[in-house]
């Protein structure tokens, strides 16, 4: 199972949900997403952490790509034009790996 896959399905749910409810507007989700874009240098440290993620086993090979191909290859301009609930949960993974480097320091 692809833990990234699934967060993804569960975080576009959950902002649809959100929506239909009245608890958010579509244009707050599109603000958040524009504010959730990467500069390079966070681009190119989450491409690091993700690949030592990999390497150590703290994320599968498959989840692996599955970030890499979300953030792109060529810069952060392909992750920047992603959807809000891939934006924002590779955010919190992107988190949950500095948090796991500081620890670990």
Known sequence: MNR????????KAQ???????????????????KALDLQWDEYVAFQN?????VTSGKLSPDEGMTIYNYLGEAG?????????????????????LLQAKIKAA
Not at 20 to 28: H, L, P, Q, R, S
């Open 76 to 96: 952060p301009d392909h992750f920047n034009g992603q959807p809000v609930e891939v934006k924002a949960t590779l955010t919190q993974i992107l988190r949950e």
């Open 4 to 11: 990234i896959v699934v967060a993804i399905a569960k975080m």
């Open 15 to 33: 902002i649809e949900t959100r929506i239909a409810n009245g608890i958010v507007t579509a244009e707050k989700v599109e603000e958040t997403r």
């Open 49 to 53: 952490l993700k690949s030592i993620a």
